[in-house]
């Protein structure tokens, strides 16, 4: 991507006493795209989002955001972002519209564009039945929404999200990840931080990975998990008895080939794509029956295992990594 970046760490530090919260951390986010911020509990994110949105000043370094200085031009820095934090910060005695309307007073935007900026937003949140309700009376995903209707409402070209789906159920969450996408189609860039693997994986085009307030790897999902290992070739056969035979037939294509009798399964380490289309023609000469036969990469959980000796999340569900095609 050649775009101008949106966002600069420029070798941050924050220091709260004796501990290091952020450590020297640096990179780019190019306008129009998309960071992951990915790292456990406590491993500095938000404490990095709140220096890049002017709201904790850097022990040392500095950074961009559309081009201003966080240090040196915060209002300016300011005018350019949005930000939705972990909690939502809508004021529950008013009403989502109330909401909306009281920060576009606060920005000094004008009442016209207000006033259709809301129904605008508002329906894309889906948000229009319950506008006149007390955002008391909402759930945790409808405040989470109108969290981030709120920060729209200025239509900054950058924003970011600090956990923007942590507390959702999966509905929600992929209802957001929508919203999201559309977001980056129409050009804003987001840094997002996150505990959640395949949250990254959905929307990031490229991932930092934070561990105890250092970058201990980034790059896109895929090359972060071409890190982590090899992708392997996972055949599962339609009738046990063909086993051997189809193992026999694996094995010519590659040293090592894993049966697992009891789920008619075998596995065999594969370079990418080009071994998996080879094995596929094997078995479509040989006339055995499949039930599927797909590439399994290493999922991020893998990456964050390999990079930190320790899984990120203990609930990864290991069937989303398999790209599956079904002969
Ligand atoms: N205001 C503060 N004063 C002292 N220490 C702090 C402060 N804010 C954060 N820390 C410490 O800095 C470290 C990084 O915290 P931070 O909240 O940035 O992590 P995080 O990756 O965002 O985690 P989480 O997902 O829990 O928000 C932690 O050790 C935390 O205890």
């Known amino acids: ?123 894309r949140f889906d ?42 159920d999966p509905h929600s969450r992929s209802g957001l990840w929508q919203v999201l996408r559309e977001l980056v189609d129409e050009g804003t860039t987001l840094v997002l931080t996150t505990q959640y693997l395949e949250e990254a994986d959905q929307l990031a085009d490229e991932i930092i990975v934070v561990d105890k307030g250092k970058v ?8 972060l998990k071409d890190q982590a290992g090899q992708a392997s070739v996972v055949v599962t056969l339609t009738h046990a008895d063909d086993l051997d035979e189809a193992a026999a037939l694996m094995r010519a294509h590659s040293p090592e080939v894993h049966v697992e009798r009891g789920s008619r399964r075998l596995t065999a380490q594969a370079g990418g794509l080009a071994d998996m289309t080879r094995i596929a023609a094997v078995f479509e000469a040989s006339g055995i029956e499949l039930d599927d036969l797909g590439l399994a990469r290493p999922s991020l959980d893998d990456v964050f295992l390999h990079l930190t000796g320790r899984r990120a999340e203990p609930t990864a569900d290991p069937d989303q990594t398999t790209e599956g095609v079904t002969p």
């Not at 795209?33 to 022990?59: F, H, I």
């Not at 039945?129 to 945790?140: C, F, I, L, N, V």
């Open 127 to 168: 948000l229009l039945d319950a506008a006149d309700r007390m955002a008391k009376t909402y759930s945790g995903g409808m405040r989470r929404r109108l969290d981030l209707a709120v920060s729209l409402l200025a239509a900054p070209p950058i924003l970011f999200l600090d956990e923007p789906t942590t507390g959702l």
């Open 1 to 123: 991507m050649t775009a101008a970046p949106a966002v600069e760490a420029i070798e941050l530090v924050k220091q709260f006493g004796t501990n290091r919260a952020v450590d020297d951390v640096s990179f780019v986010v190019p306008a129009g795209s998309v960071l992951g911020l990915l790292g456990p509990n406590g491993a500095g994110k938000t404490t990095l989002v709140r220096m890049l949105t002017t709201l904790s000043v850097p022990t040392s370094g500095t950074g961009r955001v559309a081009g201003f200085d966080i240090v040196r031009q915060p209002t300016d820095v300011r005018r350019n972002m949005g930000l939705t934090g972990q909690a939502a910060t809508v004021d529950e005695i008013l009403t989502g519209r109330e909401n909306l309307a009281l920060i576009g007073a606060l920005y000094g935007l004008s009442k016209k564009y207000v006033r259709e900026a809301t129904e605008r937003l508002l329906s």
């Open 216 to 223: 201990i790897a980034a790059g896109t999902p895929t090359q």
